[in-house]
């Protein structure tokens, strides 16, 4: 597994499709390197937290870091159900393309305010092993939140993408 401070790249290979799956690349969505599974980044937040009792900013960086977590959760979830609707059920589609996005909002938000927590402890309160450990949590946090950005725009794009696909309703420009 990648840890949570190595910076994620798009790995995608399209040398590595067949003829018969290119045939079929218009009817599949492209597939985002930016989801990533969440139970290692839990583990490193649930191990840093058992450290950080008599701290408060860290107390609170460890709560958004949950809160940035659980949301992008959700985002996957609305994503899925969104996808799955396609075709069917425009309006729900279209609901839970605006939740995905709201969510993956959202927990870019609550990384940047862990980060940030973080960043207000000092050199003076921490003995070097624990800013070390600070430090390498708040790096963590800037990381996710940037993969975040990156995931946004794919989401954003392919909710763009559905939307033009739409026909158009009579009596809407």
């Not at 018969?20 to 937040?45: C, K, R």
């Not at 305010?113 to 624990?130: G, H, S, V």
Request: proline share 6%; net charge negative; charged share 20%.
């Amino acid at each position: 597994m990648v840890p949570l401070s190595t910076p994620l790249t798009r790995l995608t290979n399209p040398k590595a499709f067949t003829l018969e799956q290119a045939s079929q690349a218009s009817e599949l969505p492209a597939l985002s390197t930016y989801w990533m599974p969440l139970a290692q980044p839990i583990d490193e937040w649930a191990s840093f937290a058992q450290h950080a009792e008599q701290r408060v900013p860290a107390l609170t960086a460890v709560g958004h870091a949950f809160f940035a977590l659980s949301h992008e959760t959700r985002a996957l979830r609305s994503f899925t159900l969104a996808w799955q609707q396609q075709g069917r059920y425009p309006k729900d589609t279209d609901y839970w393309y605006a939740q995905a996005g709201r969510a993956l909002l959202d927990a870019t938000h609550h990384w940047s305010r862990a980060a940030c927590a973080l960043d207000t402890l000092t050199p003076d309160e921490l003995a070097a092993e624990d800013l070390q450990a600070v430090r390498s949590m708040s790096r963590a946090a800037r990381t996710q939140q940037e993969r975040l950005w990156k995931l946004t725009d794919e989401v954003r794009a392919a909710i763009a993408d559905w939307r033009e696909r739409q026909p158009q309703q009579e009596g809407t420009p």
